[in-house]
């Protein structure tokens, strides 16, 4: 028993001196930095704040956003809201002065926040990927289930309680199962925070799963996209030679047809009229039609996107913390563990300039907030279109 309280003494020593350490290698700033750093991150903070709210309000101003897929963006953008709303501007402080002067009860419930609303921004993104893995997949049944916004509901709240689960309890908890908390007054960190297992554990959930499972949603939705091109390519060709002639005469070729609707979007009204298209079954008109095609690219696309950037912003993390962690904190310095914070962070900045570039409801709700004039109501723009 002593020699267990002698090597719990040693190991809370090694954590005063590591903190220490750490506190003094962060806390002198000379005034340009200071005021540098300031700037930066007070502009993060307004940034998250105002891009995320402006996600948030759109769902009030545009009802034709509340749809079962958007949801879950919205629910992403209160995740990130939180961030730059409680988590960035409490730790600003600690940041610039080194020292955490609020409490050990509200230290406690800056971890929880944090923690919860970091998990919760990565679980959202694999929720986002796998609704549109499921538009495109399995389009009929999905189309079917838009107006069930009860499910979506149900996902939404799994994810915080997901989120919660994964660290929420060893934070209340771990210094009650250990014994005692090893973070001293003046710092504010988990107590898991050098418990490589439990860390690794953790990121397997938090990090490795997420991101395995985004890229397998959008690998098939690509190759979905890829056999239906390759579909597309050879049915209009086998509908062309066996056409009669005379509907071959009324209208274009369907191949020449195919590749104007692919290279002219406005040119898809005239050729919904044709008498030869209008021959075709209902099946192979919904194989043919270029809108389902372009609505899929597009979705790869912003999969594509969010993929990257939520790749860029949480692989540094998480691996510097399960390296940090195994080794103690003696081969990392610190100072590069607060840049993969911050570029955590940077994600819930990120993330409300995904919606405008690539969905087009999210950017047409942003101009009816930003540029109300130029989307005047429907009554007005007719009176004003009236000879």
Partial sequence: MSGEEHSNSSNSGYYFDNTSTRVQSRAFFSRPVFVMLMVVMVTLVVVIVLGNALVIFAFKVDKSLRRQCNYYFLNLAISDFLVGAFCIPVYIPYTLTGRWTLGRGMCKLWLVMDYLLCSASAFNIVLISYDRFLSVTRAVSYRAKQSMTHRALIK?????????????????????????????????????YYSWYFLLSASMLEFFSPFISVAFFNLSIYLSIRRRRLRCRTTPLHLHMSEPASAQGESL???????????????????SSSPSLGKMDSSTSRTLHPNRLSRDKKIAKSLAVIVCVFAICWAPYTLLMIIRAACKGRCIPHHWYEVTFWLLWLNSAINPFLYPLCHSSFRRAFGK???PKRYASPSSSGMRSAP
Avoid: N
Wanted: proline share 5%.
């Fill in 156 to 192: 939404m709240v799994a994810v915080w309680v997901l989120a919660f689960v994964l660290y929420g309890p060893a934070i209340i908890v771990w210094e009650l199962v250990v014994g005692r908390s090893r973070v001293p007054k003046d710092e504010c960190f988990a107590d898991f």
């Fill in 253 to 271: 070729p369907l191949s020449q047809t195919w590749g104007t609707k692919l290279a002219v979007r406005g040119s898809i009204h005239s050729q």
């Fill in 369 to 371: 907030i930003l540029c």
